[in-house]
């Protein structure tokens, strides 16, 4: 049996003796570098004294304890070694410049505007070091001088508009979404650079952006308007195609369950599970186009069934039968599972011992083997 304590990429270290230099703070871009230092990169993290180092050293929820490093700023940077250097300085940039003549990958996000005075002018940098791919996350596509935060994205991509349970109660991502989908777009973006330097030789200067990244994440919800002309609405849990999905349901030990029937021989089973086979021939809920056109009523007929099996009893009877249910766990419960567990990394922090969630969520088979 696989001892979940260990990561999914197991002692696999591909990306030893890559040196990446992340002059990114916040989220995004050191979620990117986090990624690579989980793959075996040397990640120098570059912050600035001047400023008190990554802004997120200094968020902290309510209650957090003041010692130690912030939760936030764990979250997205883990094995890295730090270098506080203010790139205002001759010194401190001519530092940079050692770190860069020996590194493959750039990451950062200042703001165009203020490159030049830093050193990191694109066409500059290329220059130095012809070798080096240099990865810049930027906020708005279409809007070069404007800073991105992702609570802003959410709102203009129309995530915000399509989160929550009606048009009067929009709702946040509860995490930064457009950072954790823009850090995604940075490292395909690092890869394909490498990929092509392998084959050329050169590096590269990738652009990535906030809005661009979270409007790519889209997907059918996009199409809704593009294809159907449909304005997606904000529907809470519940999917806009698809019935009964999202639907979530109480258990008779208080524990609720979610409902992610994506075809009709699912919600027959379903229909047979809950001890009534007979609904599923009824003409609302025969098809699933029909069963989204009245899943209110689906819904009506369905809570008082659940309401006859505990949770577990009845995800153990779905899984028998494949039919998609899940229970609806809080965050602590999710990192106990045994994905929660292998997919926590703990390690040293300035002296401190702590906890994040892993980048890397792949294992790697070669020839059919894994190799760790």
Not at 72 to 78: E, I, K, L, R, S
Not at 251 to 264: E, L, Y
Request: hydrophobic share 45%; proline share 5%; with cysteine.
């Amino acid at each position: 049996m696989e001892d979940h304590a260990h990561s999914p990429l197991g002692m696999d270290r591909p990306l030893k003796g890559m040196r990446v230099v992340e002059l990114a703070s916040v989220l995004a871009g050191p979620l990117a570098g986090s990624f690579f230092a989980e793959l075996g990169a040397e990640v120098i993290k570059v912050e600035n004294p001047a400023a008190g180092g990554d802004v997120t050293r200094q968020w902290r929820a309510a209650g957090e304890s003041h010692q130690g490093p912030s939760a936030y700023y764990v979250a997205a940077n883990g094995p890295k070694e730090v270098r506080m250097l203010n790139l205002k300085e001759d010194r401190d940039r001519a530092e940079l410049e050692m770190l860069l003549a020996g590194a493959d990958i750039l990451l950062q996000n200042f703001k165009s505007s203020g490159l030049d005075k830093l050193g990191l002018n694109p066409d500059a940098v290329a220059q130095r070091h012809p070798q080096l791919i240099h990865v810049h996350l930027k906020g708005f596509l279409a809007e070069e001088s404007r800073a991105g935060y992702d609570m802003v994205v959410q709102a203009e991509t129309g995530f915000m508009a399509m989160n929550g349970g009606s048009k009067e109660e929009a709702f946040r991502m509860p995490v930064a979404l457009m950072d954790v989908l823009a850090a995604h777009q940075m490292r395909s973006a690092a890869l394909l650079a490498l990929w092509q330097r392998e084959r050329d030789g050169r590096g590269s200067y990738l652009e990535v952006w906030l809005d661009a990244s979270g409007l790519s994440a889209l997907a059918n919800r996009a199409t809704e308007f593009l294809v159907a002309g449909h304005e997606p609405e904000a529907l809470g849990a519940l999917h806009p195609q698809i019935a009964p999905y999202g639907e979530t349901f109480l258990c008779s030990c208080g524990g609720k369950v979610v409902t992610a029937v994506g075809n009709d021989p699912q919600f027959k089973a379903l229909c047979g599970l809950l001890g009534d086979s007979e609904r599923a021939k009824d003409e609302r809920f025969a098809s699933n186009p029909m069963r989204v056109q009245y899943r209110a009523a689906l819904a009506e007929f369905m809570a008082p069934l659940f309401l006859k099996f505990s949770a577990e009893t009845l995800l153990a009877a779905a899984l028998e039968r494949g039919i998609p249910l899940g229970k609806v766990n809080p965050v602590s419960a999710a990192l106990h599972t045994g994905a929660g567990q292998a997919m926590t990394a703990t390690f040293e922090m300035e002296g401190h011992t702590v906890q994040h969630v892993r980048q890397v969520a792949f294992r790697i088979h070669r020839n059919g083997k894994r190799s760790t």
